[in-house]
């Protein structure tokens, strides 16, 4: 399912990439990066852990005159007189004018490196509240954030990802160039996926998944095919349309004409009429033999 | 709490819907008859139904008026807003006001995904109810060549359409007719639409929270709901269903902090909300994350003031997911309360291993029992083991072991 997510996250969503000390989930998001530029969207990075450099750095063959970086690096908390982007600035009024100044026709993607740094200065409620209302404003298409699940409480990164649409937490897997991504999607209609993928990034940022573990196989919903029981049959069930005509011109033994059937229908006062009313015992699941065991 | 009363001087002469028998209990009778309510049979207390009939037999027969339904989230929130959901939509159905409010998702998304109600013998708002008639078209009549005696009586359906008119079913794939929601008056509550005020430097509730209560209470006085408010021969029942109260995003930060500034803040709501439904008729189904609080004396507290608590815990994502135990099972549910109204305890469910699975025409709740274990080694020996025992046996002769592989 990571390839999918790579090819974008739906309007509106939210996208989190946790990740712990043991492995950094960063090149993961450079390598959303990528594929967003890729895909010649804007995008724009609120950069707090990592300069402008080493972030272009990883970056090397993707078209970049797309990606605008805000450098909440060199003083996120507004120490000097010029900022160029604090941490106080970030709410809906302050970002959607950022995004807005520099970006094309079309809503652009927000990724935040990284969510952690933000919340250990504006409280949870209020990022929350920030993230929601980007999301449903018409500015941002979609946001990725970073999110270092060890940094905080368990209470934060689950109201985090409480209202994120997917969350990717990543390990580190078996051998060393490899990584465990545990995924978890949650669709509009409510429907949620699950999956585990291993994976490794090539030099050039593109996301090479090895294979599914084992525990991550998805129960897929298929319909059943309605297979046709008139085929591969050794005599003819099926009917032309000849034979139909004559079928149903056949007169059957105990029809009656039609004045007699509504004289019937319509009964007269004094008969009787049947009122059933169904009961726990007619609750009888055709499909489940054991309905009635009482175990 | 007591019962609404009204004293009515004259016994009300219509009848009500839910009977289906012309017979009238001749008493001067007190309570009011509102439709979908009824008395319930333990202590009489006014009832509505929660829209899931497993859940009303749960609940001691349903929902009693001026109480509150806490339900406690599963991890992804999908069965507890599809409670919320059946909640809903039975108030619809029954003709009762409805109150949403929520943070995170606009209450028109959330009324728009209200499941459709398997209609057999309501009768509302079907156009198409009227008894066939003689001059009908010929061809609804050759529809049925050979059981034509059975086309005049209504389809009936085994997945217990209500006969009963208290509890419905819904047909989860299906949603509401805009016709059947728009007939019911729904007030929405919508927190990014109130712009918050700041507090007052010592009240221990959150703007949000109270905004949230000023709306309500302006609502329930406003449209009539009111115990004390002057008799009219129409009553109604306004159905309260607040989504995911106590989330970061109502402004809370008890589901963040293991140690929140605002640990009273909910609670302080839930008591005002309490003493508004306690004098007015409503009833409200709250839901609330409670996989995020992370203390559980707060946790506590909160099923304390709510007078009906289930959990829900669904095996989406946990490793119960693969356990043969749970095949048949969507999740489990945990009462957490029951409610004892005007008595000094109340009746508990019988069994605590309770476990729910959504079908589509039903969300029933079960007792757990286990599948039939049909796996081939249950009755039979297999060769290598009898062999191993055979020296055993004659080693020491020990029963315990010998016995299970005695060969006649």
Redesign the interface.
């Known amino acids: 399912m990571l390839p999918e997510l790579l090819q974008g996250v739906d309007t509106g969503g939210l996208l989190v990439i946790q990740d712990s000390a043991s492995y950094s989930g960063r090149h993961l998001l450079q390598s959303f990066i990528n594929a967003a530029l890729n895909r010649e969207e804007a995008v724009h990075v609120l950069g707090f852990e990592v300069s402008e450099e080493e972030l272009k750095d990883g970056l090397r063959g993707s078209p970049v005159q797309r990606l605008h970086f805000h450098n909440a690096y060199t003083d996120p908390l507004g120490w000097t007189d010029h900022p160029a982007f604090t941490v106080h600035q970030f709410c809906l009024g302050e970002l959607t004018r950022l995004v807005k100044q520099t970006s094309h026709s079309k809503p652009a993607i927000l990724v935040i490196d990284s969510l952690s740094w933000i919340l250990r200065h504006v409280?949870?409620?209020d990022?929350?509240?920030t993230l929601?209302?980007l999301r449903?404003g018409g500015a941002v298409r979609s946001i990725i954030g970073l999110l270092h699940a060890d940094m905080h409480?368990?209470?934060?990164v689950?109201?985090?990802c409480?209202?994120a649409t997917s969350v990717i937490t990543v390990e580190p897997a078996m051998r060393g160039d490899e990584a465990v991504a545990k995924i978890?999607k949650?669709s509009k209609s409510?429907?949620?996926i699950?999956d585990e993928e291993i994976f490794r990034i090539k030099d050039d940022l593109t996301v090479l998944v090895q294979s599914k573990s084992s525990?991550g196989a998805k129960k897929a919903d298929s319909e059943e095919q309605e297979t046709d029981p008139t085929a591969n049959l050794t005599f003819n069930l099926r009917l032309s349309d000849t034979e139909r005509e004559a079928k149903q011109k056949l007169a059957?033994p105990f029809?009656f004409s039609?004045a007699k059937?509504?004289a019937?229908?319509?009964s007269g006062p004094g008969s009787g009429r049947?009122?059933?009313?169904?009961d726990?015992n007619?609750?009888?699941d055709q499909e489940d033999p054991?309905d009635d065991?009482d175990? | 709490m007591a019962a609404p009363m009204s004293s009515v001087g004259k016994p009300s002469a219509e009848r009500s819907p839910f009977n289906?028998t012309s017979f009238q209990k001749k008493t001067r009778s007190k309570l009011i008859s509102i439709p979908g309510t009824r008395p319930s049979v333990q202590n009489g207390q006014l009832l509505v139904s929660t829209g899931v009939t497993s859940l009303d037999y749960l609940l001691g027969g349903g929902l009693a008026v001026g109480t509150v339904l806490l339900i406690e989230e599963d991890r992804?929130?999908?069965y507890s807003?599809?409670i919320l959901k059946y909640f809903l939509a039975e108030g619809v159905v029954c003709r009762h006001e409805l109150y949403v409010a929520a943070a995170?998702d606009n209450p028109d998304d959330i009324l728009q995904e209200l499941p459709a109600p398997i209609l057999d013998d309501v009768a509302m708002h079907k156009p198409a109810e009227q008894p066939r008639l003689?001059r009908e078209p010929?061809d609804a009549?050759d529809a049925m060549?050979?059981a034509?005696?059975y086309?005049?009586?209504p389809k009936?359906?085994?997945?217990?359409?209500s006969?009963s008119r208290f509890g419905h079913y819904y047909d989860v794939s299906k949603t509401m007719e805009p016709e059947i929601r728009q007939a019911a008056k729904c007030h929405r509550f919508y927190l990014?639409e109130h712009p918050t005020q700041s507090s007052p430097p010592h009240s221990t509730m959150l703007e949000s929270y109270s905004a949230l209560l000023k709306s309500l209470q302006e609502v329930i006085n406003r449209e009539g709901f009111d115990v004390a408010a002057p008799m009219s021969n129409s009553r109604n029942i306004l159905r309260i269903g607040l989504h995911s109260l106590g989330?970061?995003?109502?402004?809370?930060?008890l589901?963040?902090?293991?140690n929140p500034k605002n640990g009273r803040a909910l609670t302080t709501f839930l008591y005002g909300l309490r003493a508004l439904l306690r004098s007015s008729l409503s009833v409200a189904v709250v839901t609330l994350?409670s996989?995020?609080?992370?203390d559980r004396a707060i946790m506590g507290s909160i099923t304390r003031l709510c007078d009906n608590a289930i959990a829900l815990e669904s095996f989406?994502?946990s490793e119960r997911e693969?356990n043969p135990l749970y095949k048949d099972y969507h999740g489990l549910i945990h009462v957490r309360q029951v409610p004892h109204l005007n008595c000094l305890a109340s009746k508990l469910p019988d069994h605590k291993d309770l476990a729910f699975k959504l079908k589509r025409k039903q969300f029933s709740i079960e007792r757990l029992?286990?599948?039939?274990d049909l796996s081939d080694t249950v009755s039979r020996v297999s060769r290598g083991e009898l062999a191993g025992a055979t020296t055993v046996a004659s080693a020491c002769g020990s029963g315990s072991s010998g016995n299970k592989h005695l060969d006649f």
Do not use: F
Request: glycine share 6%; aromatic share 6%; charged share 20%.
């Open positions: 409280s949870t409620p990022v929350c509240r929601q209302q449903k409480q368990r209470g934060t689950g109201s985090v409480h209202s978890t949650r409510g429907k949620v699950q525990k059957l029809v039609k059937k509504t019937l229908l319509h049947i009122h059933y009313e169904p726990a007619d609750d009888y054991d065991l175990v | 289906n992804y929130d999908s807003r599809m995170q003689s010929p009549l060549k050979i034509w005696r086309q005049n009586l009936v359906q085994t997945a217990l359409a006969s990014p989330s970061a995003l109502w402004g809370d930060d589901c963040c902090h293991d994350p996989h995020l609080i992370q989406k994502g693969t029992h286990l599948p039939p």
